[in-house]
């Protein structure tokens, strides 16, 4: 398992409110990196949208400042990810870091018993969680009362899967291992895809890879490691974060105001409806983000308003 060495860089300079793009290292928390990139940015105001277990990988969108108030919007966008299903063993977890509760030769099954199996996963589907979750059961974590020793029964969940693309099949000895891309909306478990793929099959099955390569418009071509963003701040080079405003272009639509309009915003009052449908966000002729907002009839009202008069 990687790990990562701890590094207390000052920042050159401050760092402005934004988004920016981590691509997440295997054996850290997601909270790890929040802790990491207070110290970078030099700021306690840092938070990020959508948790990723510590043996997972990938994009880990963090806000900076008050970038922090788009998070709310970062939650529910849908999501891509490259997994490894491993066949013929079963986790108390789902995934490779939970103890082995069973094993069963997987080496008869055929690759197109595989396909159809996840195939019949794809679309909108009622999906049981994992017992170590993060969903709460009478106010406690599942993973908590797993932990604790507790056997937990989660109620499905409807999620949609769009797709699911197998890429290679290997064969090792007993185990076989599935190389899958998975595009998914929010909520989705992929641990849990491999739980189910096991028990359709009868072998049991659990994760051993999992990396976000998406979040809504945020893809992993754009994320920076921790140390990348490490070595930019000690230099005093710029860390590479999306702007509020550009975020806020890659999360929802957007109007840009007038400077009548922008002032009006400023002070929470309501503009006159544009005609977009669902929540947009209002960006100042400059492009910066003035304030998300919904319409309803001839008045677009502000939900969130990131420029107030002072």
Known sequence: MTTVPPRSPKPARPVEPGLIVVDKPQGITSHGVVSRMRRICGTRKVGHGGTLDPMATGVLIV??????????????????????????????????????????DASAV?????????????????QVPSAVSAVKIDGQRAYKRVREGETVELKARRVTIASIEVGAI????????????????????IRAIARDLGSVL????????????????????TAATLETLSDRSEAGEPLGA???????????????????????????????????????????????????MTEKGDKAKPETVFAAAN
């Open 63 to 104: 806000a900076i400042g008050k970038a922090t108030k788009l998070l709310t919007y970062v939650s529910g966008l849908d999501k891509s990810y490259a997994a490894t299903i491993r066949l013929g063993q079963a986790t108390v977890t789902d995934d490779a870091e939970g103890e082995v509760t069973a094993s069963v």
């Open 110 to 126: 055929a690759d197109a018993a595989i396909r159809d199996g996840l195939a019949a996963m794809t679309g909108e589907i009622d």
């Open 170 to 189: 290997r064969r090792e000895g007993e185990f076989v291992d599935v190389d899958v891309d998975v595009s998914c909306s929010s909520g989705t478990y």
């Open 202 to 221: 009868g072998v049991g099955g659990h994760l051993t890879a999992l990396r976000r390569t998406r979040i809504g418009g945020f893809g992993i071509d």
């Open 242 to 292: 999306l702007t509020m405003g550009e975020a806020a272009a890659r999360l929802m639509p957007t109007r840009t105001a007038t400077e009548a309009e922008a002032k009006a915003l400023s002070y929470g009052k309501p503009l006159d409806a544009a005609g977009i449908e669902g929540r947009y966000a209002v960006l100042s002729e400059n492009g910066d983000l003035l304030a998300v």
